[in-house]
């Protein structure tokens, strides 16, 4: 019987297929809890690829970070077999969906993104090009003013950058 040991309603759940806004998650509410997602993304930067040698063994990586149309972008790496099957497929400025990564808590002395999260890929991850899909290649957070930057702490073990906007009234 369907509706449980209450009684309740007697039709089985009906499943309805994502819709085009509900399909993809926003990068700023990705979570380590997740198994499961799915985000729409542009490739803003990839890295060259790095290789490495030490007593664990050898292998290859590369980075990529990634924006979505809320303006938060991720950073996402690729290790040995991952490096082999996307580094050619990814490019920068095309956008593409992208699940079957893992999350884990980005390392602000490596990652300067907006995200708190970090992105792993393997060669099993699912991304597929997404023609129709536009995302605005970069997004800016220009600070107020310059007296704003002065007064910033400077954290030694993060890069930090900001934007800003300005025009050079004088020179000299």
Same mark, same amino acid.
């Given at each position: 019987a369907y509706g449980g040991a209450r009684g309740g309603g007697s039709a089985p759940i009906v499943r309805s297929a994502p819709t085009s806004s509900t399909m993809y998650t926003q990068i700023a509410d990705l979570n380590?809890?997740?198994?499961?997602?799915?985000?729409?993304?542009?490739?803003?930067?990839?890295?060259?690829?790095?290789?490495?040698?030490?007593?664990?063994? *050898?292998?290859?990586?590369?980075?990529?970070?990634?924006?979505?149309?809320?303006?938060?972008?991720?950073?996402?790496?690729?290790?040995? *077999?991952?490096?082999?099957?996307?580094y050619d497929y990814l490019v920068e400025g095309k956008t593409?969906?992208?699940?079957?990564?893992?999350?884990?808590?980005?390392?602000?002395?490596?990652?300067?993104?907006?995200?708190?999260? *970090?992105?792993?890929?393997?060669?099993?991850?699912?991304?597929?090009?997404? *023609?129709?899909a536009k995302i605005q290649a970069s997004v800016f957070d220009f600070v107020e003013n310059i007296a704003f930057i002065e007064s910033m702490r400077i954290d030694p073990e993060r890069y930090q950058t900001v934007d800003i906007l300005a025009y050079v009234v004088s020179v000299g």
């Open positions: 380590l809890y997740q198994s499961r997602w799915t985000i729409l993304a542009s490739v803003t930067n990839k890295s060259q690829i790095r290789t490495w040698s030490n007593a664990k063994g *050898e292998g290859s990586l590369f980075s990529v970070e990634l924006l979505d149309n809320s303006g938060t972008d991720i950073r996402g790496t690729f290790f040995k *077999e991952g490096v082999d099957r996307w593409y969906s992208f699940s079957g990564g893992r999350l884990k808590v980005a390392n602000a002395k490596y990652n300067n993104c907006k995200s708190q999260h *970090e992105i792993t890929f393997d060669q099993n991850s699912e991304i597929k090009l997404q *023609e129709e």
